[in-house]
């Protein structure tokens, strides 16, 4: 696999290369950079299959950089950054690999196995533009775009095509408007966070909801909610409060 490492800091290119060639032997480094403009001209010399890209750095990001990639060229991105929250809620978003600084070996490992098995899907250009999507869209702000990891690639949706979110050991299943159920290999709890801007409400448990979706709340100790299709979802009583103050 080919492979562009692109970080505005000597030490941690090297040490990555170092990770790199010692516990990935898949991966074959062709080339550094230490900015945008010089790892723009690096992809161009490479056509490499991976590049590692540091999100700060000096006159642009790593951002700056994956926006102005030719439509042709849409290499796989692990992006590598030191504490940027803003970033990392679009990168969660956007199903995007990502490793922290200082990197850890077995993070590295992973993200390079679910590359290597991404790879020929031809999805990365779809999760580039989620990325992008959501970056703009602000970090504390509704997201645009929801990129989903299947088994087979991804399915990339807008919270407004989700009707509820339901917990299925560590999987969650997403309900959605047109009537289908897709089954993601992530905790409900990583969903509640990333949605509830967007104006979704944990009202149990195991149940996360849509509110734009509510047509009706029936009373009780916790009480139940009606959908538009007609569904309905039980509240729990420790949740009930909390989805009357924002169905309000």
Do not use: W
């Not at 849409?74 to 995007?96: D, G, I």
């Not at 590295?108 to 990365?124: F, H, M, P, T, Y």
């Not at 009202?203 to 029936?218: A, F, G, M, W």
């Amino acid at each position: 696999m080919k492979t562009v490492i692109i970080d505005d800091e000597k030490p941690s290119r090297e040490a990555l290369q170092h990770y790199l060639t010692k516990y990935c032997p898949e991966v074959t480094v062709v080339g550094e950079a230490d900015s945008v403009e010089s790892g723009l001209e690096a992809i161009r010399l490479h056509q490499p299959e991976l590049i590692f890209l540091d999100i700060e750095m000096p006159f642009g990001n790593g951002f700056d950089l994956l926006e102005r990639l030719p439509a042709e060229q849409e290499p796989e991105v692990v992006f590598v950054t030191a504490y940027e929250q803003y970033a990392l809620r679009a990168l969660r978003l956007s199903a995007a690999h990502y490793l922290l600084k200082p990197v850890d070996i077995d993070d590295l490992i992973d993200a390079v196995a679910k590359v290597n098995s991404r790879l020929g899907l031809r999805e990365q250009g779809q999760v580039n533009k989620a990325l992008l999507a959501n970056l703009k869209s602000g970090a504390s702000e509704v997201p645009k775009r929801l990129a989903l990891p299947l088994i087979d690639g991804l399915e990339i949706i807008t919270p407004q095509e989700i009707r509820y979110l339901e917990a299925a050991d560590n999987f969650t299943s997403f309900v959605l408007t047109d009537g289908r159920k897709l089954l993601i290999c992530r905790k409900l709890k990583f969903y509640d966070a990333l949605l509830a801007p967007a104006g979704f409400c944990r009202i149990h448990r195991s149940t996360v909801v849509n509110l734009s979706q509510v047509r009706r709340y029936h009373r009780g100790k916790g009480g139940a909610v009606t959908l538009e299709d007609g569904t309905e979802l039980v509240v729990a009583a420790a949740r009930k409060q909390a989805l009357l103050e924002a169905l309000a």
